[in-house]
């Protein structure tokens, strides 16, 4: 049976998308096979980074409705051949989802699959805790700024309240993913530093992805980072995520200073 992993958020904007798609694309190319489930109803974009949007013809909401079978629903990727797509609607809304629904797919999914990776939309409504409901694993993406930490703070609490897992009395293992990283601005007080978000949320550390044209450039092409130039600083940060994430005890090195954060909890207590 596959692991499924959430990438979620409480606030749109900080990486979640591309996060979902680079990290799905670094697992399928260590050989793994791995499919990518957009949860954003109504305004999906992972066909879009992806590359995928003109090969849409079901989608997510189509399959949970009983108007096509969840094979017809699938997208291979055409450089990857372990990864696939499962869109969202674009044209329905968040209602058409259903807990019955989604628990079908998700467990369908986890039959056929090593890794399912449901992209959640943001905010706290239907669709995002849906999303997380079956998750094995959660990745809460955060930006280094206040806001968007203290969003991932309620969605930690949700994780730990609204999910299967958490409804049997067992522990959801949940990682940090801080995106858009810029040291310079870190040291000028214009974000949060890497210790402080970490104070804050008090989950484990799984990658810092620094700030960089590299994810935009990449996203505009179709094409998760960990594909369009593997070796920029963002791909390179998201593939060591995924070995973390499959349990090498890799140290995460904040970028523009020598330290890092080495161990199974990196420093931090586990949540």
């Keep these: ?16 998308t591309t996060s979902s798609a680079a990290l799905g694309a670094a697992l399928a190319q260590g050989g793994d096979k791995v499919v990518v489930v957009d949860f954003d109803v109504g305004l999906r974009n992972l066909d879009l980074v992806m590359g995928a949007e003109r090969r849409v013809v079901y989608d ?21 051949e372990t990864l696939y797509l ?6 329905r809304d968040k209602e058409n989802l259903t807990a019955k629904g989604v628990e079908a797919v998700i467990g369908a999914l986890k039959v056929n699959f ?8 943001a905010g706290i409504e239907s669709g995002a805790t849906l999303a997380m409901r079956h998750a094995d694993i959660a990745i809460v993406v955060t930006n280094p ?7 991932s703070d309620r969605i930690i609490g949700l994780l730990d309240s609204k999910t299967v897992k958490a409804e049997n009395g067992e522990h959801m293992e949940k990682h940090l993913l801080l995106t858009r990283y ?17 104070e804050i949320l008090s989950i ?21 980072v960990t594909l369009a130039d593997q070796g920029s600083a963002p ?10 994430l499959k349990g090498e005890a890799l140290p995460v090195s904040v970028p523009g200073e020598k330290r890092g954060f080495f161990g199974k909890f990196f420093g931090r207590k586990a949540a």
């Design 1 to 16: 049976m596959g692991k499924v992993i959430v990438v979620t958020s409480g606030k749109g904007g900080v990486g979640k």
């Design 60 to 80: 997510l909401v189509n399959v949970i409705q009983g108007e096509a079978k969840l094979t017809q629903a699938l997208i291979r990727d055409k450089r990857v």
């Design 86 to 91: 499962l869109p969202a609607s674009q044209t």
């Design 114 to 121: 090593d890794w399912v990776i449901c992209d959640s939309p």
């Design 145 to 151: 700024e206040v806001s968007s930490v203290r969003d």
């Design 182 to 198: 810029d040291p310079a601005r870190a040291e000028r007080g214009d974000m949060l530093k890497v210790d402080d978000v970490l």
């Design 204 to 224: 484990p550390l799984l990658g810092i992805i620094p700030e960089s044209m590299d994810v935009l450039r990449a996203s505009n092409i179709g094409s998760p």
């Design 235 to 244: 791909a390179v940060a998201y593939f060591d995520a995924v070995r973390r």
